[in-house]
């Protein structure tokens, strides 16, 4: 049972984080109002909480060998590169998440007049949140490759 819900909750923060960062980028484009960034942020928050969960299924279903033994695992070159592109997800993702913590730092503090001096970075966050929600879909589909057998040696 521990391994269904699992798996389970692996693929809920797939489509949680998938919408959560289309949605985040998708605000990000509109003009920089209080709405249009309270639903980013909104967004954002969801989009870490998926990633936590995320990575932290993940780690559990790899360490634990709950389905597949962590040497599969470990002797499967599409593992590393489902790995290496999470690795370039979280890369791309300090630069918005400290731009992001602050803005909105400065906004509980009422300063609303820095908005229309950050809309070229709000739009960058929104290429990187697009880029990033590409990059989920291809590790979906390394995922399913995965899943039935392809990359182990």
């Known amino acids: 049972m521990l391994t269904i819900a699992l798996a389970g909750l ?21 003009p920089p109002t209080a709405g249009s960034l309270a639903r980013a942020f909104r967004a954002d928050t969801l989009w870490g909480i998926a990633a936590a969960l ?3 299924t993940g780690l559990w279903r790899v360490l634990a060998s709950s389905e597949k033994s962590m040497q599969y695992y470990l002797s ?9 592109l999470l690795a ?3 890369a791309l993702e300090i630069w918005p998440m400290m731009t ?7 906004m509980a503090r009422g300063a609303a007049g820095e908005l229309s001096a950050r809309s070229s970075t709000l739009g960058r ?3 990187i949140s697009h880029i990033e929600a590409a990059i989920v879909v291809i590790m979906v589909f390394i995922a399913a490759a995965m ?7």
Do not use: C, D, P, Q
């Not at 692996?10 to 509109?30: D, K, T, Y």
């Not at 070159?77 to 790995?83: D, I, S, T, V």
């Not at 992001?100 to 400065?106: G, H, K, S, T, V």
């Open 147 to 153: 899943a039935r057998g392809y990359g182990a040696r």
């Open 76 to 84: 499967n070159h599409l593992f590393y590169a489902k790995m290496g």
């Open 10 to 30: 692996h693929l809920l923060a797939l489509g949680l984080g998938l919408g959560a960062v289309l949605n985040r980028g998708r605000s990000l484009r509109e």
């Open 100 to 106: 992001l913590i602050r803005l909105r730092a400065a």
């Open 54 to 56: 995320w990575i932290g």
């Open 88 to 90: 370039i997800i979280l």
């Open 125 to 127: 966050i929104a290429t």
